[in-house]
Every structure is written in C-alpha cells, then in structure tokens.
C-alpha cells in the first residue's frame, strides 16, 4: 500500500498498470476520461522516461519516476509513448468520492 495508503480516499473504483513498450517515435493516443463516473484520478510514474501525460489544454506531465499527480476526472487527457527507454510504467488509479 505505499502509494494508496497516502492517498485520502473512500472507494476505490479502479486501479491499473499501464506498460507502453519503446517505439521509434512518439504516438498519441485519443483524449479520454479514464471512467464516466465522477472520480479523480491519481497518476503514479513508475520509472523516468520521454513520455508524458497531456491534457486538451496542452499542460503536460513528464513521466518521472515516483511522480504522483493528482487530477479531476473529467479532464480528458492523453498518453504519450515514450522512445528512449524500454518500458514506460504508469499506476493509474480512480478513486471515488475523494475527501
């Protein structure tokens, strides 16, 4: 639990690991919400790479190893692969009813 016990939560909805393996170039995926539940999203970097996490609005989050960010839900975001490293290892966590 080192990454959810200092999280302030009361249900968690979901929680998964995304592995991007390395590519020849950077690809975008669609922007997205993680879920159609109002919910926040917690986004743990597991090791530092090239790729990021962008939002429409054009803010980006840089993949840093032990990074967590913590965004509303409804904001859609997207991923970006990463080419310098091997994998790219994200936690990505939805919580509901945040306090």
Avoid at 43 to 67: A, V
């Amino acid at each position: 639990m080192p990454v959810l016990g200092k999280l302030n939560f009361n249900y968690l909805h979901r929680a998964k690991l995304n592995l991007y393996t390395k590519q020849d170039k950077q690809i975008k995926t669609d922007y997205h919400t993680d879920c159609n539940i109002k919910h926040t999203v917690a986004l743990f970097s597991l090791n530092t790479n090239n790729g990021y996490t962008e939002f429409e609005d054009g803010k980006k989050i840089k993949s840093e190893e032990n990074n967590l960010v913590i965004f509303p839900g409804h904001l859609k975001h997207r991923s970006i692969n990463q080419t310098d490293e091997n994998v790219k290892l994200n936690l990505n966590i939805n919580l509901k009813d945040v306090i």
